[in-house]
C-alpha cells in the first residue's frame, strides 16, 4: 500500500545493499565532543528501546511483566547482532533492580544475549531506536514531525513556531541555514 511512498522518499535499499555503519559520513560536532576529549573505550553502539519497541507495550502491570517481542525489532537486532553491532538496550527499568533483573530475564528468555541494559546515553551511542523518540536536527532545535500520531510531539509546540522554520515534516528536507523564529511575547488572558 505504501511502496510508492517508500520509492518516492527513497526508503527501500537495493536488495543486495547491505548497511555497514563504518562507511557512515562523519557528523559534525561540538569542540567539546571531539574524538580526543571522549573517554575510552569509544565503542560505538546503538540503543533499542524495550517497552514499545523491542517488547510490546500494553497496560502497565508491573516492573517485572514486559510483553511479548516485536518481532520485526528482534529480527533487526539480531542482524545488527550478527553484523557485530554492539546494541545496548535502554530502558527506564534499568535504574530498578527489579526492572533490570526483568529485563536481563526477558532477553534470556527470548533468544538474546547478554546485553548491556542501561538507562543512560553516553558519548559512545550513535543512534536511539525508540517509540517516543523525537528526532532533533542538530544544533537547530527544529524537530521532524511525521505524519503519524506517534511521531508527533505530545509535549505543547510553542506558540509562535513556525512551519516550514522551526519544525519540518517528514519528506521535506531542511532549509540550508536554519531561521530562527522571532520572538514574541505570550498575551495573557
Same mark, same amino acid.
Given at each position: ?16 545493499e ?17 574524538p ?6 569509544n565503542?560505538?553502539?546503538?540503543g533499542?528501546?524495550?517497552d514499545?519497541?523491542l517488547?510490546?507495550?500494553?497496560r ?26 554492539r546494541?545496548?538496550i535502554?530502558?527506564a527499568?534499568?535504574?530498578n533492580?527489579?526492572g533490570l ?16 541494559v542501561?538507562?543512560?546515553?553516553d ?22 514531525? +511525521?505524519?503519524?500520531?506517534? &511521531?508527533? %510531539?505530545?509535549? *505543547?509546540i510553542?506558540?509562535? /513556531?513556525?512551519?516550514d522554520r522551526?519544525?519540518?515534516?517528514? +519528506?521535506?528536507?531542511?532549509? &540550508?541555514e %536554519?531561521?530562527? *523564529?522571532?520572538?514574541?511575547t /505570550?498575551?495573557?488572558?
Amino acid at each position: 500500500m505504501f511502496e510508492w511512498l517508500r520509492k518516492f522518499l527513497g526508503l527501500q535499499p537495493k536488495p543486495s545493499e547491505e548497511i555497514d555503519l563504518s562507511k557512515a559520513p562523519d557528523e559534525p560536532v561540538p569542540e567539546e565532543r571531539v574524538p580526543e576529549t571522549r573517554p575510552d573505550p569509544n565503542t560505538p553502539w546503538v540503543g533499542v528501546d524495550l517497552d514499545g519497541t523491542l517488547a510490546e507495550a500494553g497496560r502497565w502491570l508491573s516492573m517485572s511483566h514486559i510483553g511479548p517481542p516485536v518481532p520485526l525489532m528482534m529480527r533487526r537486532v539480531q542482524a545488527w547482532l550478527a553484523k557485530g553491532v554492539r546494541i545496548k538496550i535502554l530502558t527506564a527499568r534499568a535504574g530498578n533492580e527489579e526492572g533490570l533483573a526483568a529485563t536481563k530475564k526477558w532477553l534470556a528468555e527470548n533468544g538474546l544475549p547478554d546485553l548491556e541494559v542501561t538507562d543512560k546515553k553516553d558519548f559512545d551511542m550513535i543512534e536511539l531506536w525508540d517509540d517516543r523518540a523525537i528526532q532533533v536536527v542538530h544544533n537547530t532545535g527544529m524537530c521532524f514531525l +511525521g505524519t503519524s500520531w506517534f &511521531a508527533r %510531539p505530545k509535549a *505543547p509546540i510553542l506558540s509562535n /513556531e513556525i512551519p516550514d522554520r522551526t519544525f519540518i515534516l517528514v +519528506g521535506q528536507n531542511p532549509p &540550508a541555514e %536554519p531561521v530562527k *523564529p522571532e520572538t514574541t511575547t /505570550e498575551k495573557s488572558s
